[in-house]
């Protein structure tokens, strides 16, 4: 099987207008790979200005949209990547991605980025089976 491009709405609308050239999802035989994306307003596909808690929410939010529009769940998923601005967000961020993954989490790393494009704090990727 190759590789098999899924449009997940309004987020694949969201990063062509923003010029990114990724795929919100992509999926080759039984495994999904999804981007990391800002926190992004559902509404209006502006970057949310935010407290952390409130970022982390709406990016896992979207990451379970892109796994369920992939045909998997986040009870599925193999490897999360967590990017942030600062250490010193991790126990925020951590109380928020607990509430997602409150059983048997998927292998995770938190890596710390010095800046973003705009004005928002995390990223959140994910590999998950199908």
């Not at 050239?21 to 790979?33: E, I, L, Q």
Request: contains cysteine; aromatic residues 10%.
């Amino acid at each position: 099987m190759k590789k098999e491009v899924i449009r997940v709405e309004p987020l694949s609308t969201y990063l062509e207008y923003l010029k990114v050239p990724a795929s919100v999802v992509t999926r080759h035989d039984d495994t999904v790979y999804v981007s990391g994306l800002p926190p992004l307003d559902p509404a209006t596909g502006r970057v949310v200005d935010a407290p952390i808690e409130r970022q982390t929410e709406i990016v896992l939010e979207q990451l379970k949209l892109c796994l369920e529009t992939a045909g998997s769940s986040l009870d599925k998923v193999l490897k999360c990547n967590v990017y942030c601005t600062s250490p010193e967000k991790f126990a925020a961020v951590n109380a928020i991605y607990a509430r997602y993954f409150p059983k048997d989490p998927p292998a995770r790393i938190f890596v710390c980025v010095p800046a973003w494009f705009g004005p928002f704090d995390i990223e959140i990727d994910c590999i998950a089976a199908c």
